[in-house]
């Protein structure tokens, strides 16, 4: 004898019809225009590629920032003569200047080295001039003896792009010697700006005066001085 059995219902929610998804207006756009949306896109490729060929791009750029240096030499003096009196004399000027942000300074034996920067907001040739002025204004204060004072930016490009050093079992004046050959030689490659030598020795001759043999002669020891000094002239030859 059989039995109806009753059947399984699904539930109603599983034959509920799903509503359509609305597109972009983008999207759409697109679609409907599949013909300008692929010009679109080989356009932005070939201009990418055409602006990135004819990019400058340069592996050490020079950048340009508000960092100088000034530079004092006065050959013979201490680092505590030198930092009280060209150092100091520079830095009471060079504080006053607009926009300056931070100021290091070092004295050493013979000449005294001064790093200015400035705020990233000011004009960088503006701060620079203003910085060459303060300086100008206290050279009057500064010892006969000095060099004037240097001022130099700071850029990327100074960078030192090769060191060389000599070494060997040979005299310091030989080595100095060999060095400001080579120096010259560097100097007159192409593209070379500038060479700088370090650590080379100048020769200094030391004479000694006999006191005995001056007043027999009768000849004072700023004669003698004066002597040496216009003999160690060069002058043309006439033809």
């Not at 201490?78 to 006053?96: R, Y």
């Not at 030391?206 to 007043?215: F, M």
Request: charged share 20%.
């Amino acid at each position: 004898m059989n039995q109806n059995k009753p059947l399984l219902e699904p539930p109603p929610s599983a034959f509920s019809a799903h509503k359509p998804l609305k597109a972009s207006p983008l999207s759409r756009f697109f679609f409907l225009r599949s013909v300008f949306g692929i010009l679109l896109a080989i356009l932005l490729v070939v201009g990418g590629l055409l602006g990135y060929s004819s990019m400058i791009k340069e592996s050490n750029p020079d950048i340009e920032v508000a960092i100088a240096s000034i530079t004092t030499a006065w050959s013979g003096a201490d680092p505590e003569t030198i930092e009280q009196q060209i150092t100091n004399e520079i830095e009471k000027q060079v504080k006053s200047v607009e926009g300056l942000k931070s100021l290091d300074s070092a004295s050493f034996s013979g000449f005294s080295l001064i790093n200015a920067e400035f705020r990233t907001d000011v004009d960088v040739g503006q701060s620079i001039q203003k910085l060459r002025d303060a300086v100008a204004k206290a050279e009057p204060n500064l010892p006969r003896d000095a060099e004037p004072p240097a001022v130099q930016q700071i850029s990327v490009s100074d960078a030192p792009i090769l060191t060389l050093a000599l070494f060997g079992d040979l005299d310091p004046v030989v080595l100095s010697q060999s060095a400001k050959i080579l120096q010259d030689r560097l100097e007159k490659v192409a593209g070379v700006t500038e060479v700088n030598l370090s650590g080379a020795r100048d020769e200094v001759i030391q004479i000694q005066l006999d006191p005995t043999q001056l007043a027999a002669l009768e000849i004072s020891p700023a004669t003698v001085a004066n002597r040496i000094r216009s003999a160690n002239k060069d002058a043309p030859l006439n033809c």
